[in-house]
């Protein structure tokens, strides 16, 4: 019965993990003043869903916690227990004990119950005895500060000076968003204390309105709009299916035939006379489209709204101003934007860190940006987009931009080459470099170093590319930019004699036909080519692919320039075919992995075309000149 | 696996089919007959172009596409040191699943297919280092011809013989 069982356990384990995100999210979109039913009842039950497959399951620990959760949670719902902040910090603070529970589960690893322990038994405090949590000497003390630190982010210094009685019905106060007060960080300022009295009559303070559970007219208007979409997105989530992806790989592969065949229809039925095969030739147009739309429709199978990686950025934001006295504003715009499933997983890491970044680099402390002008009030913006045949995703701020001198001393102090007239661009991305970091201290966030050569490297490995603009005193932009699925690059497909190979677009810097006087030799093998100044070794792809070609003579071929890694090499080929997007196929499904071969393809004549790796002829490259040296 | 074979044969014995022994199918190299388990074949397709792989062996003729699929083909004449042939209109591929991977095998003909007892296969003869019978698991007769059983796995194995790992510094 148990290994029964256990086969239902990897659904069970992504289930959970869905609730726990979506409650998440929930959590921190909750108003606190008028805390929307519909809100809390979701919360409940994802809570609730947890606890009972939880105990379905024989997961004690796990049941446990969710008992605790699922009793303050049934209190809140009833309007027995009026909500506070404090409370949704100790909800957020379970689902992380939850979800760590059910990784120990998952990874059959040991299972820490202090936490456990303590997170049951704040619930308990706040479910049980409401006075005893206010006057805990803990609430006491952050209740006046957070107070102050609400007028001071919207006050500016020189504001203060023009008399308080104006704040009463200040517009700004009234407009701001309630949610994001009540999440500031304590500063301590002492000469902000006597606010207090102003701020309770303004009656705008999420944490005032919440004391006298008052409903400000404010607070309610942009909740009743989000609710009609809620529910129709609600609705479409209770109409899907789980599939396994395998499932939905076979479905790829065996519409990709179909294409492939109906190519293959197309091309004999051209010989053909069409005023005798009038009928043919129509029915062949109409299957055409038929099966680009089958192809595109089973594409949108693999196809989910990046919501799914955005949605752990607000918390990550809320506990970074926590920890550190910044005060920003999370923006995201796309959510809905679908990308690969495949992407998901991997895109959380470098996005984290490209956030982490903007925080911790960019956005200044509120003093500093006071001081340049600026509202004390960051923004990091995370959009994400479709464009032609990518997907781009964004993560920009207002805050200092990159340091061009303090990027270029450090990149001095490390060693590296660095060109002379380097430009911007150039600059930007020698912060790509391992263990490159320009962090003045080291903080918890980030600052290592370890981090920026990660990103690109995590988002190479997508087949995508990461450029950085950046103005000092503006702000910075990264940009990533992926192609729409795992499966699906966009290549160049280049002819070296009779065969065709396909090069990945986003490692093309540039295709070039040389000069004769741009063509250089060391100890008369070892090729060069002068691009601009910069000396790139030069590979063959034929002889590296020990095949024949053409073209012998470099100013009769092509030189494409690829870049992985940061090196650049310049790969020589008769001449480019043409751009198209290629499926991937991997060659050690049957076989195994090939040198220089990144995997293969299916040209629309149905023949395979290789598609090239990219590191692994740098490394080629690598090989020859040190052999030279040698 | 072996439940399978034993229904195939129950089935066989009822539809009055020599009973007793696995079926093979046939194939020509030149002169000699070849055999391999019917049960390992996935089908028989006719000789079409491959793409040749880079820095890889010269009896693997390179890759083909099945319904999707990259199947590697290896040339069988060419594994066996055999004098090489023209491809014509009889050379056929035949695609068998070698450890949970699909590969094609380049023959001349396909022959017919057998059923042979286990008991009628004899031991491969040993010839000491002149020939390499390492492929074969056993010889039998079919009618006049000698027939030599493959050992599949070890003719296409991929990893652990040495002939497939080509060395990284070939060029």
């Not at chain 1, 979701?42 to 009972?52: D, E, L, N, P």
């Not at chain 1, 404010?218 to 395998?246: D, F, L, Y």
């Not at chain 1, 102090?413 to 002379?420: A, D, H, T």
Request: proline share 3%.
């Amino acid at each position: 019965m148990d290994f029964d069982k256990s086969q239902f356990f990897d659904v069970f384990y992504e289930e959970t993990a869905e609730h726990l995100v979506a409650m998440e999210g929930l959590l921190l979109n909750l108003d606190v003043l008028s805390p929307d039913s519909e809100e809390l009842n979701a919360i409940f039950r994802a809570v609730h869903s947890i606890k009972g497959g939880a105990g379905t399951f024989g997961f004690d620990k796990l049941t446990k916690v969710a008992h605790a959760f699922e009793t303050v949670l049934d209190k809140v719902r009833k309007s027995e227990l009026a909500l506070k902040s404090e409370m949704v910090d100790i909800f957020l603070e379970g689902g992380d004990v939850l979800k760590e529970i059910l990784e120990a589960y998952k990874e059959e690893g040991e299972i820490d119950m202090t936490s456990s322990i303590d997170i049951i038994e704040r619930l308990k405090v706040v479910s049980g005895d409401v006075l005893k949590t206010e006057e805990s000497p803990k609430k006491t003390k952050t209740k006046p500060t957070e107070k102050t630190k609400k007028v001071s982010e919207v006050v500016d210094e020189e504001e203060k000076d023009l008399g308080f009685g104006f704040f009463d019905d200040d517009p700004p106060i009234e407009d701001s968003d309630p949610e994001s007060h009540s999440e500031v960080e304590a500063e301590k300022d002492p000469g902000f204390g006597f606010f207090d009295d102003e701020e309770s009559v303004s009656g705008s303070s999420a944490e005032k309105a919440e004391e006298t559970i008052s409903t400000s007219g404010v607070a309610k208007t942009p909740i009743k709009k989000i609710r009609p979409e809620k529910a129709a997105k609600a609705q479409a989530e209770a109409t899907s299916i789980r599939i396994g992806v395998e499932k939905v790989d076979q479905l790829f592969n065996q519409v990709g035939e179909i294409v492939i065949t109906q190519a293959m229809l197309a091309q004999t039925a051209s010989h053909l006379d069409p005023e005798i095969f009038e009928k043919l030739e129509n029915g062949l147009v109409q299957l055409e489209r038929n099966t680009r739309d089958l192809q595109e429709s089973v594409m949108a199978i693999r196809m989910v709204p990046i919501r799914m990686v955005f949605s752990r950025f607000p918390r990550l934001v809320r506990d970074m101003k926590k920890a550190f006295k910044k005060e920003l504003e999370l923006v995201m715009i796309g959510e809905e934007t679908e990308i690969d499933k495949g992407f998901i997983e991997k895109l959380s890491d470098p996005l984290t860190h490209l956030l982490r970044n903007s925080f911790d680099h960019g956005i200044e402390s509120p003093e500093d940006r006071k001081a340049a002008g600026k509202d004390p009030m960051g923004t990091i913006i995370l959009e994400a987009s479709h464009q032609g045949g990518n997907v781009v995703i964004e993560v920009r701020d207002n805050g200092a931009g990159l340091n061009r001198e303090r990027i270029l001393a450090k990149a001095a102090e490390q060693g590296m080459s660095i060109p002379e007239n380097i430009s911007d661009a150039e600059v930007w991305n020698l912060i790509f470099a391992a263990g490159f970091s320009t962090a003045k201290k080291v903080s918890d966030i980030s600052g290592r170093g370890v981090g920026m050569d990660v990103v690109k490297k995590n988002v190479q490995s997508m087949g995508g590319m990461v450029e950085i603009e950046s103005e000092e005193g503006v702000g910075s932009r990264f940009i990533i930019r992926l192609p729409l699925t795992l499966a699906i690059i966009e290549g160049m497909v280049v002819k070296v004699g009779k065969e065709v190979y396909i090069l990945p677009i986003t490692s093309i810097v540039e295709s070039m036909r040389p000069k004769e006087n741009e063509i250089k030799t060391i100890m008369e093998r070892g090729e060069l080519v002068n691009m601009r100044g910069e000396y790139l070794p030069i590979v063959r792809l034929a002889e590296l692919f020990g095949t024949e070609s053409d073209v012998t003579d470099p100013t009769k071929g092509v030189l494409s320039v690829i870049e992985s890694d940061g090196g650049r090499v310049a790969v020589l080929v008769d001449e480019l075919l043409g751009q198209q997007q290629v499926v991937i196929k991997s060659m050690e499904t049957n076989f195994k992995k090939v040198n220089g071969i990144a995997g293969a393809t299916i040209l629309g004549d149905g023949h395979v075309a290789f598609i090239i790796d990219v590191r692994a002829i740098r490394s080629f490259a690598g090989h020859e000149e040190q052999m030279f040296v040698g | 696996m072996s439940i399978a074979t034993e229904s195939v044969k129950s089935q066989d014995d009822q539809m009055g089919f020599a009973s007793d022994g696995d079926q093979y199918l046939t194939f020509a190299l030149g002169e000699e007959q070849y055999g391999v388990e019917i049960l390992r074949v996935q089908e028989i397709k006719g000789y079409t172009g491959v793409t040749r792989i880079p820095n890889t062996p010269n009896y693997v003729k390179g890759v083909l596409n099945l319904r999707g699929t990259i199947v590697p083909i290896v040339d069988l004449r060419m594994k066996f040191g055999m004098e090489q042939q023209e491809y014509d209109k009889k050379t056929v591929i035949i695609v068998v699943e070698v450890k949970g991977r699909i590969m094609g095998i380049i023959v001349d003909a396909v022959s017919d297919v057998m059923n042979i007892a286990a008991k009628d296969i004899q031991p491969a003869p040993e010839f000491g280092s002149m020939v390499d019978v390492g492929f074969i698991n056993g010889i039998g007769s079919y009618g006049e011809k000698l027939v030599a059983f493959l050992d599949i796995d070890r003719v296409l194995s991929v990893s652990g013989t040495e002939e497939f790992d080509v060395p990284e510094t070939e060029q």
